[in-house]
């Protein structure tokens, strides 16, 4: 007979990525870039040439959220090498950014953490 009072056993696995913290400031600097771009892509109208220091600090962004997600996603070097090169691409770039980022949502979202419009927090 079984006790009507125990607490629920479960049999899951949970499973603790190791690279949850990595992937999770990975991503906020790859938003960060996705953010800055639209915002040089705007303000090119407005104040010129000056803009391409906006777009210039994007791509540092892009590359450095582009490094360290990678090594969250257990990229290979030769993976993370290609996403980098792909940066120098415009429209690319932007694309590889985008789906990057679902990526690094779905695995944070399995991971328990919620993530909104500027990253994830637990």
Known sequence: MSNPYQSPQ????????????????????????ILAYFLAA????????LAFVIL????????????????????????????????????LGLIMLVVLNSKATSRLRAAGYTVGLLGARR
Do not use: H, W
Not at 10 to 33: C, F, H, P, W
Not at 42 to 49: C, L
Not at 61 to 86: D, E, M, Q, R
């Open 56 to 91: 210039f600090a994007a791509l540092g962004l892009a590359i450095a959220g582009v490094l360290k997600l990678g090594s969250g996603l257990a990229y290979s070097t030769v993976n993370k090498a290609i996403c980098v090169a792909l940066m120098f691409i415009p429209l």
């Open 10 to 33: 479960s049999r899951v696995a949970q499973t603790i990525d190791s690279n949850v913290e990595e992937i999770a400031a990975g991503q906020k600097l790859v938003i960060y870039a």
């Open 42 to 49: 705007f303000s090119r109208v407005a104040i010129g040439p």
